[in-house]
């Protein structure tokens, strides 16, 4: 078990300011009445089983990781303006653990391939809000952390550790424009906070991003993501960028949406690589009725000459959704990284189905680097109840080993 190691979090800014909001907070609320704090409070129980296997070339032996993530929430009701969240988390494998837990936390496991849901209890959420209006919000101590579509901020939360934040962050939510800036001191990986590689201290990493409607059906975004980790350099950079998003009705039936997206990032603070690379995104999408198809093209630059690892990171993105559920490109290859993709999802009742298709290269140097196949079914049996399968198959080129994966999972809330 972990818990007492992760509520020993003393000498984060973000967990200072917790403990001093909620002290103010408490001093305010002590003059009145507890009873809103209480009675309209909440609490949820959740639980989420999941089976994986992987069979990866070069392994000795496929991976089989059987857990169950049971999760407990407690939200306050809010008093004047200000509400609590705590966020309890318990994974545990479930039978042989014949899989590698990834980062070093199971040693003795190197045989299998990476199933990274490390095992133990930690401490997910804890926050306080203070809330000067409807339009501000403000949240202080460990939290969830998702912008735009996680392609670069997000919470990770494919793993039954969720990758939160120890922050303070406010929140503008107008009629023309939205706005989030957060301060980060600490990221709390899914790796667990056992091993150096799942508690990463940060030296001020500011978090800025503004959207706001330009059209009907249309929104723009820029963000400026300042990243300061002191305990990995490689993932200190600058990443500056703009999302523009918009759909358009083709007819009663028929929507056509797109994304198209532009970064372009630096080394920064205590980096020992000097590089810069670009990023860009263009993705169309056809909905009729239930049915939508979308066509896709990511490109992460790198440089093939360079054995620096010049190329495009993105170490705080919930990076299972993007460049194949296999899981290959975690990080991006130094030549860099070119994804033409097609997506397709069906929705029939309780029933929704998706299938992909990705092909990869190297962006700098144009090598074949592999083709993945992604299905999944879904089937929701009740409001609190669903079901998942879902299968990835990677066949890989020019080195890359080839990667099948298969899940089945199960997730109900009380």
């Known amino acids: 078990m972990r818990i007492a190691s992760t509520i020993n979090i003393q000498g984060h800014i973000a967990v200072i300011s917790l403990l001093s909001a909620m002290a103010f907070s408490v001093s305010v609320v002590a003059e009145e009445d507890l009873s809103a704090l209480l009675e309209d409070g909440d609490a949820t129980l959740s639980f989420r089983y999941r089976y994986e296997s992987v069979d990866q070339q070069n392994f000795t032996e496929d991976a089989q990781a059987s857990t169950l993530r049971s999760r407990l929430t407690l939200k306050s009701g809010t008093y004047k303006m200000i509400n609590f969240l705590l966020e309890l988390d318990d994974i545990h ?26 095992a133990g209890t930690e401490l997910n959420q804890l926050y306080v809000d203070i809330n000067p209006s409807t339009k501000v919000r403000t949240r202080f101590g460990r939290q969830r952390i998702n912008l735009d579509n996680q392609r670069f901020i997000g919470g990770v939360g494919w793993r039954q550790n969720e990758q939160t934040y120890d922050a303070a962050s406010l929140q503008y939510t107008g009629e023309k424009f939205t706005g989030v800036y957060a301060y980060v001191d600490h990221v709390n990986r899914i790796f667990g906070r056992d091993v150096p590689a799942g508690k990463h201290d940060q030296s001020g990493t500011h978090l800025l991003n503004v959207s706001g409607k330009i059209s009907e059906k249309g929104k723009l975004a820029a963000y400026y993501y300042g990243i300061d980790n002191s305990d990995s350099p490689a993932f200190s950079t600058d990443t500056w960028g703009v999302r523009l998003t918009g759909e358009a009705q083709a007819n009663p039936q028929t929507t056509i949406s797109y994304v198209m997206e532009y970064a372009v990032q630096s080394d920064a603070a205590n980096n020992p690589v000097n590089y810069s690379a670009n990023y860009w995104n263009l993705q169309g999408t056809l909905s009729r ?111 890359l080993s080839n990667v099948r994966k298969f899940w089945l999972a199960l997730s109900l809330t009380l």
């Open 93 to 118: 494998a479930i039978g042989k653990k014949h899989y590698n837990e990834g980062a070093g936390n199971t040693p003795n496991r190197t045989r299998y391939p990476v199933v990274a849901d490390p």
């Open 289 to 399: 009725d239930t049915t939508n198809i979308s066509l896709g093209w990511e490109v992460l630059e790198g440089d093939d000459n360079s054995l620096l690892n010049e190329a495009f990171r993105t170490p705080l993105a919930t990076l299972h959704a993007f460049n194949g559920w296999a899981d290959v490109f975690l990080t991006t290859p130094n030549a860099g990284l070119d994804d033409k993709y097609v997506k397709f999802q069906y929705n029939r009742d309780a029933w929704v189905f998706n299938a992909r298709y990705h092909h990869f290269e190297a962006r700098d140097s144009s090598s074949d680097l592999g083709d993945e196949f992604d299905l999944s079914a879904g089937y929701k049996f009740s409001k609190n109840l669903r079901g998942d399968l879902y299968y990835a198959d990677f066949d890989g080129k020019n080195g």
